[in-house]
Nanobody, 122 residues
Framework: VQLQASGGGWVQAGGSLRLSCTVS????????MGWFRQAPGMEREFVTV????????WYADSVKGRFTISRDNAKTTVYLQMNSLKPEDTAVYYC????????????????WGQGTLVTVSS
């Protein structure tokens, strides 16, 4: 299973970006898919997760109401729509796949993408 994240870039505060994560290999429709981020000098933190069906989503309090996760199982892709971006959202964003129940801890995820950098300027 391989995950390829894309869509990062530079944006001014208040702007929007959409990240994509395409998964190759078998089993995508059974995976919970999460997004995590890691800012310089900081630990990796949970951002959001979506269940295999797309019916359940969880968000970190810091992004709730601004970010939206979605998935297209036919395209084996998960998306992260980020609106009203803030400088504190600057980080490398990683997508990850989890074969277990919905979880927030990074250690539980089985597969990881390479990360895509999001920079938000003030």
């Amino acid at each position: 299973v391989q995950l390829q994240a894309s869509g990062g870039g530079w944006v001014q505060a208040g702007g929007s970006l959409r990240l994509s994560c395409t998964v190759s290999g078998r089993g995508f429709s059974r995976y919970g898919m999460g997004w995590f981020r890691q800012a310089p000098g900081m630990e990796r933190e949970f951002v959001t997760v979506i269940s295999w069906s797309g019916l359940t989503t969880w968000y970190a309090d810091s992004v709730k109401g601004r970010f939206t996760i979605s998935r297209d199982n036919a395209k084996t892709t998960v998306y992260l729509q980020m609106n009203s971006l803030k400088p504190e959202d600057t980080a490398v964003y990683y997508c990850a796949a989890d074969t277990g129940p919905l979880r927030r801890d990074a250690e539980s995820y089985n597969y990881w993408g390479q990360g895509t950098l999001v920079t938000v300027s003030s």
